[in-house]
Each structure stands twice: as C-alpha cells, then as structure tokens.
C-alpha cells in the first residue's frame, strides 16, 4: 500500500478511526455473544447436576 | 407455512436450528464484509465532492441500517410474543437489543467523525442525528427495563412493550430527511430506479449492507441459544441438548 492509500486524501484521522471502530463493535459482538452462551451452558450444567443429585 | 411458524414458537427446534446457520452465516458475513471492505477502501474512486473521506459510508451506512434493523426484530418479536404468547419471541427480542444498540453506538460514533470535515463539526441537533441518539435511548431503555423486575416474565412483557411503542420512531429515524431540512444527506441506495453512486462506489456498499446484516443474523443466533439456555435450563430437552 502507498502513502496515498494511509493518508485517504488529508482524512486519514475521520477514516481510519471509524473503520477501527466498527471492527472493534463486530469482534465486541462475536466476543460478547459467545460469552453469553458459554456462561448460559455452564448455568445450564449447574441446575442440571443439582436436579441429578436431588433425586440420588 | 403456519406448520413452520408453529415450529419457530418450540425452544428445543429453534436452538437447534440457530446452531447449524450460526457458523455459515458469519462465515458468509466475513465473506461480504471483507470484499466490500477491500472494495470500498481501496479500489472505489475517490468522491469528486467529499474526498476519500466519503469512505466512512462503507462503515457508517450498514451500522446504521442495522440499527434501525435490530430495532424491529425486536419490536416485531416483542410483539409476537406478547399477542401469541410466544417465549422465544421474548428471547429474539433480548437477544437482537445489545447487537442493535451496539450498532447504533458505531453508527452514531461513525456520523459524528464523518460530520466534522464535511459540516465542520462533531455534532448538531439535526433530525436524523437526534433521532438516532433517541434510538439509542430506547435501545438501553429496553435493556435495562427486562431485569429491572424480579418477574422474569413481568420484565419480558414491559421491554416487548417499550420496544413495540418506541416503533414509531424507526419510520422518523429514515423520513427525518426528508420531513426536516437536514444537515445529513438523502438516501442513495434506496433509489434503485436511478441510483445516485456510480456502480463502481455502489457494489462495496451493497456488499457490506449485505455482510451487516448477515452478521447481524449470525451473532443473534449464538445469543438467541444463550437466551433459550437460560429461560430453559430446567427442562427436560436441554439435558440432551447439552450433552450433544
């Protein structure tokens, strides 16, 4: 990539901190939906094993 | 068709399904999402008016899109749950306000450093921004309204009904520039019939919108399973969900 490409034409301080910033919302996304799940599952295997050993 | 609405109303089926898109949905996001990137900031044309810094809409315009997007599957499953009393709709609902509420923060966050080259500054009281900020409002009002009651069900009914009411402000969200004068310019993609971008400024945008909105529908599904998990985790089905 040449200068011209990181410059954007005198705008590289609008552009390129609003690329960053929707990059940063998407993997915020990915990251905070997966944590979601995985602490949903692990409560889910919680109340699972506490009805298992109330009925033992 | 009503069979298969029935079925989309069962916990069990829809965990099920949202697993299997979940992957080929972000896998085809990624797909979109980067050649419309690579697209957009490298090889489109520099606007003859705006510069390179017009390149801001390939990010700005899909959060945006998505915003107003969220904002109505919400709504609409909010809705759904309420008149069919459906529990998953509650669950899309729950799951579909962060996804959208982060949007509108990038979409907001975007226009403000978009808006100070071109209108000399980060922010203005214009119809179309304050009219975002307002969704915004709704977004973190409806988040923070469901736990805000120690009856579940209680706070999923009142955040489907702030969710249905705020509704009317998707429509002044899209039409603020055209029934207010306005700093913010008109729409482009939306005039197919004579479009006002060049082909060649046009595809990477319609790809990204298209890579957002897959996204969108990919990330809601991993958290429409953790929503499901934890309003279900006592039922008999989840058990051999869990063990699969």
């Known amino acids: ?29 990915i990251w905070a939906a997966r944590r979601l799940y995985a602490k949903a599952r692990i409560r889910a295997e919680r109340a699972l094993a506490m009805a298992a050993m109330d009925r033992a | ?19 299997a898109f979940a992957p080929w949905l ?36 899909p959060s945006a899109w998505m915003s107003l997007s969220a904002y109505t599957v919400m709504a609409v499953a909010g809705a759904i749950a309420l008149i069919w009393r ?33 209108w000399g500054t980060y922010w203005a009281w214009d119809p179309r921004l304050t009219s975002e900020l ?45 029934w207010w004068n306005s ?6 993609v939306a005039k197919f019939g004579r479009p006002e971008m060049d082909p060649s400024m046009l595809w990477p945008l319609l790809s990204m919108l298209l890579g957002f909105t897959m996204f969108y529908a990919g990330v809601l599904c991993i958290r429409l399973r953790g929503e499901i998990l934890n309003r279900e985790r006592s039922a008999a089905w989840v058990r051999e969900a869990i063990a699969s």
């Open chain 2, 26 to 61: 972000l896998g085809l996001a990624a797909i979109a999402i980067g050649y419309g990137l690579i697209d957009g900031l490298v090889f489109a044309p520099p606007d003859y008016q705006q510069g390179d810094a017009f390149r801001i809409i390939y990010v700005h315009a």
């Open chain 2, 86 to 118: 459906i529990k998953v709709g509650h669950a899309v609902a729950a799951a579909s306000a962060p996804i959208g509420a982060s949007f509108t923060l990038a979409a907001l966050a975007t226009g403000s450093l978009w808006g100070r080259p071109m």
């Open chain 2, 134 to 178: 307002i969704l915004l409002f709704l977004y973190v009002g409806v988040m923070a309204l469901r736990p805000a009651f120690e009856d579940a069900g209680r706070g999923d009914r009142a955040a489907a009904l702030l969710a249905i009411v705020g509704l009317v402000n998707v429509p002044i969200v899209h039409y603020s520039v055209q």
């Open chain 2, 183 to 188: 700093l913010h310019q008109g729409a482009t």
């Open chain 2, 1 to 19: 068709m009503w069979t298969w609405f029935y079925k989309l109303a069962s916990p069990p089926y829809v965990y099920r399904v949202a697993a």
């Open chain 1, 1 to 29: 990539m040449d200068a011209g490409f990181w410059s954007m034409g005198g705008y590289a301080r609008f552009v390129w901190p609003c690329v960053g910033l929707t990059l940063a919302v998407l993997a915020w996304n």
